[in-house]
């Protein structure tokens, strides 16, 4: 059950992702206000808070895309 959740969770992040980037890219290339120019002012606005929600997703993106060190390159050795 939870296997199945956090596969959806992680379906559907990517899914967003996928998404803000196609409406990011047809903004630009039709002439609309991409995403980036609302992005931009608040992160100056706030760059305290915009600092912190960076490193909490490198951490996150880190901890789900680098796996435990154990296996065939690893110091320790195949488990």
Known sequence: MI???FSWTVTALFGTITLLLAFE???LLTGH???SEYIRPAVHSY???AFVIAVVI???LGH???G???????PEGPK
């Open 25 to 27: 890219s047809w903004a």
């Open 68 to 74: 435990p060190a154990y296996g065939r390159t690893s």
């Open 33 to 35: 206000t991409p995403i």
């Open 3 to 5: 296997g199945n959740l």
């Open 64 to 66: 789900f895309l680098w």
């Open 58 to 60: 490198g951490i996150l």
């Open 47 to 49: 760059p305290g808070i």
